[in-house]
């Protein structure tokens, strides 16, 4: 399959082929699949970040005991992992320097 350009903004869980003003955190190349594969674990980030939300307004249940926070850190890393593998030099070696990626 070929690979194409995109921009990735983390934060918003962007993913575009245009540059815009602030979706360039990252650069990738990717196939179609793999941006799919991509998309879906922001959609998943998503859902996870609002139930999240929800369960944070149930007092007598602990942060360190939130499943979907935990879900959600998961699949931050497991979208840094891919953004590194399909990034960039640049990207690559940001992503290294932030240190989110598993040793």
């Keep these: 399959m070929e690979r194409k350009k995109y921009f990735v903004n983390m934060g918003t ?3 575009s082929v245009n540059h815009d003003a602030n ?3 990252f650069v990738i190349h990717a196939t179609e699949e793999e941006v799919l594969e991509l ?3 922001f959609d998943e980030m998503q859902n ?3 139930r999240s939300f929800f369960r944070s307004h149930i007092p007598f249940v602990p942060y360190h005991k939130d499943l979907p926070n935990d879900e959600y850190d998961d699949l931050m890393e497991w979208a840094f992992t891919l953004v590194h593998d ?3 030099e640049e990207t690559k070696s940001t992503i290294e ?3 989110v ?3």
Excluded: P, T
């Design 13 to 15: 869980r962007e993913i």
């Design 23 to 25: 979706n360039d955190d």
């Design 39 to 41: 998309r879906e674990m």
């Design 48 to 50: 996870a970040d609002e």
């Design 86 to 88: 399909l990034g960039d």
């Design 97 to 99: 320097g932030m240190g």
């Design 101 to 103: 990626l598993k040793k």
